[in-house]
């Protein structure tokens, strides 16, 4: 072996482990989940890569990971036969943070204040550098399938990190071996049946059985079969069961909302299981973020990249494993298969059906879901065209008659005033403030319900020609309302109404002074209490897109 050579860590590594060592964050057991759950991906990419080069399994083709306790050196070893890494590999992904999740985690532990920040580390995985909240010290020799060169990478994790070729002798043959030299309030982690409760716990389910060796030389007992919770029968599972399942496979801490397990059979046979999370992903509006959904061919994971989902149902995790495709078929040729396509097809419709028994059966739990991702879900309003119908009973809005809780369009829809032949929305981008907007003067005294929307996407989905049950969308911002057709409310003390000469004179007059600023002005049957408020023409843009565009330079 060559003498390693030095390298620092990227800057936001460094104060990332610093936190996280640092953190008020009490369940260190996490790592464990995190180096067992980057020790079966590595096990399951090797037995993807076997799939063409069978002769990467050499004469050890069961996948497996073992933990070794060497309490008298106070060291815990967890190692797989995986895929390894190479030397450019452990740099690239043990020793930066360029991969967009983590850049994004960071940014928002920056932002955040010094409790919160420790917080959202226990909300979220952060992956290998969980090792540093129980260790010193971890060195990881990993030797890449096929390669017979192994490379020792080590760290103390403050700051720096060494990286050299490692003495073959006593590397593994293939795969990853982490060593974690454990800090002194860490030793727990070197007895046998804490190792056991936290597997139990967190990774009894990963599709790769997990052994433990209770010191050097000892024989390995397994303590976890590798079966995928996902092929056992819906009724043998329990709550906990899915949701330790969920856990190791988002990285996410919360309990899922709703949890999605079917098997589909007929033409097409496949199985899915699939979660909505409680709690909303730091990097949910990441451009960057693609789907989180897993592809598996008969229990073997393919790709996480099959984009199973779309993008509006991109906060949903889980894996869809497929008894048809063919297990040989690269990954470039599965996104055109059109078997992929019909079992996208299946779970879209199936996660949206779910969604929409959930808000029957249990609407709380339901408005809860909406809260956290329904400006996500309303992509889909504009995106889908095809589900539009189903998203938009999906949807629930503030409104001017909602008060603290949520309407549905069916709601809406059920108390249509005498003559309301439309749906009225204003966008904006706060709630408080479209409240008080003028523009819904003439509306409040005619007691016509008014949709608040104010997020982003909004200004999107309503600029397509959308109904509702036959009923249009309609902005109180655009052009003359028709409300002259829909009575006030008696004894809203407004009714003494000018004489119409009066009002065309005085309209006379503001034109000749406004000019070229505007393009008319008319009366208003809107307006209540202010005096003026600006539309925009019938047929052109609603003022919130207007203003959208204009500041993304359009
Ligand atoms: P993530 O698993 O979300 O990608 P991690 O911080 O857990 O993030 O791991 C970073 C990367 O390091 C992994 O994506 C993988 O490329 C590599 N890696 C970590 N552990 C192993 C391992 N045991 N075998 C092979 N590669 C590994
Ligand atoms: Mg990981």
Redesign the pocket.
């Known amino acids: 072996a060559t003498a390693p050579e030095s390298h620092t860590f990227e800057a936001d590594v460094a104060k990332l482990l610093h936190l996280m060592v640092h953190s008020v964050y009490s369940d260190k057991d996490v790592f464990l989940r995190?180096l067992i759950?980057?020790?079966a991906?590595?096990c399951e990419k090797l037995r993807y890569e076997a799939i063409a080069t069978p002769a990467l399994l050499g004469d050890d083709p069961k996948a497996r990971i073992t933990l070794l306790i060497d309490a008298e050196n106070r060291r815990l070893i967890i190692e797989?036969n995986?895929?390894?890494?190479s030397r450019d590999?452990m740099v690239e992904?043990?020793g930066t943070i360029a991969?967009s999740?983590t850049k994004a985690f960071m940014d928002r532990i920056q932002a955040a204040q010094g409790g919160e920040g420790a917080q959202l580390i226990g909300q979220f995985g952060v992956?290998?550098?969980s090792a540093f909240m129980v260790a010193d010290r971890v060195d990881v020799v990993?030797r890449q399938a096929g390669s017979d060169e192994a490379i020792l990478w080590s760290s103390d994790g403050k700051g720096s990190y060494t990286i050299g070729t490692a003495d073959t002798v006593n590397a593994p043959v293939r795969?990853?071996r982490?060593t974690l030299h454990l800090m002194e309030d860490a030793t727990s982690y070197t007895e046998r049946y804490t190792l056991e409760r936290i597997v139990k716990e967190q990774s009894g389910h990963v599709p790769v059985p997990i052994a433990i060796l209770e010191k050097p030389g000892a024989e390995p007992q397994e303590i976890a079969d590798g079966a995928a919770l996902w092929m056992r029968p819906r009724s043998e599972i329990t709550a906990e069961e899915y949701t330790d399942f969920y856990r190791s496979v988002a990285?996410q801490f919360d309990e899922p909302a709703l949890t999605v397990h079917f098997r589909a059979e007929g033409r097409h046979e496949y199985t899915t299981l699939a979660f909505v999370p409680g709690a909303k992903p730091f990097d949910l509006f990441d451009p960057d973020r693609h789907g989180r959904m897993k592809l598996y061919v008969k229990r073997v994971f393919i790709t996480d990249e099959a984009e199973i989902l779309p993008r509006y149902l991109r906060f949903v995790r889980g894996l869809v494993d497929s008894a048809d495709l063919p297990l040989n078929v690269s990954r470039e040729m599965i996104q055109e298969s059109p078997l992929l396509a019909a079992i996208k097809k299946g779970v879209t419709s199936r996660v949206l059906s779910e969604l929409d028994k959930l808000a029957q059966n249990d609407a709380k739990a339901y408005t809860k879901v909406w809260e956290t991702f329904g400006p996500v879900l309303k992509e889909g309003l504009y995106e889908d065209f095809e589900r539009r119908s189903t998203l938009l009973e999906l949807a629930r809005f503030k409104t001017t008659a909602s008060g603290s809780g949520w309407r549905s369009l069916k709601d809406y829809v059920g108390s249509l005033k005498e003559n309301q032949s439309s749906i009225y929305y204003v966008t904006g981008s706060d709630i408080a403030r479209l409240e008080t907007s003028p523009q819904l003067e003439g509306f409040r005294a005619r007691g016509i319900e008014v949709l608040l929307l104010p997020d982003q996407v909004d200004s999107f989905w309503v600029a397509a020609p959308i109904d509702f049950e036959g009923k249009p969308f309609k902005s109180v911002t655009q052009g003359a309302a028709d409300l002259t057709l829909i009575p006030r409310i008696e004894g809203d003390g407004n009714s003494d109404v000018e004489a119409p000469e009066t009002v065309a004179g005085f309209i006379a007059g503001l034109k000749a002074t406004l000019g070229e600023a505007v393009s008319d002005v008319r009366a208003s049957e809107r307006l209540t209490e202010s005096a003026v408020c600006l539309v925009a023409p019938e047929s052109g843009m609603d003022r919130q897109l207007e203003r959208l565009l204009a500041r993304a330079g359009q």
């Open positions: 995190e759950s980057n020790a991906d590595a797989d995986g895929i390894g890494m590999e992904a043990l991969r999740g992956g290998f550098y990993s795969g990853t982490v990285g």
